[in-house]
């Protein structure tokens, strides 16, 4: 019974995704993703209260994924400086893609973030820790200069963290995309051992 009401909850949560990309969260209504979910008022209402608790389920939903590509680079099998390269290119590039594949919603992310940044305080410490394992096993196999993992790694993200707004308003120019691996470099060159540059592509 509690798998078919997880199904349902991810269904209407995505049904609710899809229509805010289309029309953004003001146009919709609960109404809207009742009909379009062919489950009715009374199964929305099961799940959630009013609009922004399904709006909210659907940025969590979206920031997960971010997290997944994260923690997918993180288990590479490479060395910590290329993973830790790996790490901030999958971070741009989810965020890219669930910007790009949610139309509408990009610009309800700048109405609204105070709530999308209250909903990152976990993801981000996700991803600040999955930074930090990666510095500390550098730092074991002297691959990294002698750093404060912790505070590093908090750096790190927010410096990478700081590239999405260009990236969500798509200011960014076309040889950015293209040099985004030797630009990240170049912040990841800091802190890397005299003896080691950064490996190569």
Partial sequence: MSKKISKTKKMLIEVARVLFAEKGKRNVTMNDIAEASRRGRRTLYTYFNNKDEIFRAVLNKELEYIVDQATKAASESVEPDIRLRNLA?????????????????????????????????????????????????????????????????????????????????????????????????????????????????
């Fill in 89 to 201: 290119i999958a971070h741009l590039d989810s965020i890219k893609y669930v910007v790009d594949r949610n139309g509408s919603l990009s610009a309800d992310f700048f109405r609204d973030i105070y709530e999308v940044e209250r909903a990152r305080r976990k993801t981000d410490q996700q991803e600040i820790d999955l930074i930090r394992a990666t510095l500390v096993e550098g730092l074991q196999k002297r691959i990294f200069k002698t750093i404060d993992p912790e505070l590093s790694a908090i750096i790190i993200f927010y410096a990478i963290k700081g590239l999405e707004v260009p990236y969500i308003r798509k200011t960014l120019t076309r040889e950015f995309e293209q040099h985004k691996t030797e630009i990240l470099e170049f912040v990841i060159r800091g802190i890397m051992s005299n003896s080691r540059d950064v490996a190569p592509l």
